[in-house]
């Protein structure tokens, strides 16, 4: 008889709180792709059960515990935590204490998001706040996977990318121009964040400077005098971040009147009520003041999965040598190119078309090894042009 559900249930005792968790798992055949972006995000999803169409895979890529929101991907690994010596000995003693810790706290980041999570009414933000619990408790661990983390940044771009889809139906060239705005907008709110962070920073370190007790006192009054001006600089600055923190936020209410206006789009991402907040971009934003790894869209996402997929290939711990390190190579590449670093991609593209020509002529006499290299290889020649097209114009 075939079923009514694309889904079968697996039963799998969280390791952190002992609960047992019934997680829905998607069964084989449950929806098809139709094909893959050049990212590797897969595009036209189509379930068999049309009234989970709005519904992304990915919400069931990971797994959370429905009572401590302990959240790991959801692959073979996990089902059988319990036969995993290596994880019960060295990464859950690490993890444990730590995710419990947070737990006890009120208004943390576990709490903001393991509370939010609402998979029938809220399915892809839900997927987004669940990937993030993967990276908040993978990075709790004492030595934390550089991979897994590009991974997990990466699918929440996924994630972004298709309410992205879903809340603009528009697919002309003037939608397109407008995702390209888009992006730029988001470099620079992730341009004034980080200011913001720089600038704290500065102001740590100078205040350090007469805490410090080896400093001897005569030289402390040396620096007395410069207290003042330099205070002075940092109030000057402080308020120059608030005056563009106010005009930038005017600017993205703009944006939104104008694409609403313009494209008559409903945005999925910002322009839905969320978890009491006015839009799940606000929500996200008041998280981010708790932990400045959550991202507020596709481009912050994919900017910290470059981030973490660099320091992954730089470290070679996770990342094999031959096929998987020339598919790094060329994400690292393709997902510079999408946030607009373009010098970056292209050091990364040339690399990635010199090391699959050389390992396809190093396997030329196995054609099934080379064959997924040859398409990885026509991807980066291709796109490293559009890269150096945008290179010129940048």
């Known amino acids: 008889m075939a079923t009514d559900s694309p889904f079968f249930i697996s039963r799998i005792e969280c390791p952190i709180c002992k609960t047992i968790n019934e997680l829905q798992t998607v069964r084989v055949g449950a929806y098809t792709e139709q094909g ?29 515990c429905s009572n401590c929101f302990y959240t790991r991907e959801f692959n073979n690994s996990f089902k059988e ?8 000995t060295y990464r859950l003693k690490s993890i444990k204490p730590q995710h419990l810790d947070q737990l006890a706290q009120a208004g943390s980041v576990l709490k903001l998001m393991g509370e939010a999570i ?5 399915p892809n933000e839900s997927a987004i706040l669940k990937l993030h619990l993967a990276v908040y408790d993978e990075l709790l661990a004492d030595h934390p996977s550089n991979l897994d983390l590009g991974r997990f940044y990466l699918r929440i771009g996924w994630v972004f990318r298709a309410m992205n889809r879903l809340g603009n139906p528009a697919t002309n060239a003037l939608g397109n121009l407008t995702s390209d705005i ?31 007790a080896e400093i001897p ?18 109030n000057g600055c402080r308020q120059a971040f608030g005056d563009m923190e106010a005009q930038l936020n005017q600017l993205g209410q703009a944006l939104n009147e104008y694409k609403g206006t313009v494209l008559d789009e409903q945005d999925g ?33 994919l900017e910290k999965a470059v981030s973490y997929y660099q320091a992954a290939f730089s470290d070679g711990r996770d990342i094999s040598p031959g096929y998987q390190q020339l598919q790094a190579s060329y994400l690292i590449a393709e997902l510079s190119r999408r946030v607009g670093d373009y010098d970056g991609a292209r050091q990364y593209f040339n690399s990635t078309i010199k090391y699959g020509q050389d ?22 020649i291709e796109q490293g042009r559009a890269n150096m097209e945008a290179l010129k114009t940048a």
């Open 359 to 380: 390992f396809i002529y190093r396997n030329r006499n196995d054609r099934s090894r080379t064959a997924l290299a040859r398409k990885i290889l026509e991807l980066a």
């Open 118 to 122: 609402d998979t029938q009414r809220f």
């Open 81 to 88: 935590w319990k036969k995993d010596t290596n994880f019960i």
């Open 36 to 64: 893959r972006d050049t990212d590797f995000c897969p595009t036209d999803i189509e379930w068999r059960f049309k009234r989970y169409q709005n519904h992304n895979p990915l919400l069931y890529f990971t797994a959370t």
């Open 182 to 212: 888009d992006n730029r907008f988001a470099g620079m709110d992730s341009a004034l964040e980080s200011f913001a962070k720089e600038m704290r920073a500065f102001e740590r370190h100078w205040q350090a400077q007469f805490d410090n």
């Open 217 to 234: 006192s005569e030289i402390k009054a040396q620096m007395v005098p410069f207290q003042e001006s330099i205070a002075s600089g940092v």
């Open 269 to 301: 991402v910002t322009g839905v009520g969320f978890a009491g907040r006015n839009s799940f971009t606000d929500y996200l934003k008041e998280v981010r003041l708790t932990w400045d790894g959550v991202t507020i869209n596709e481009r912050t996402a």
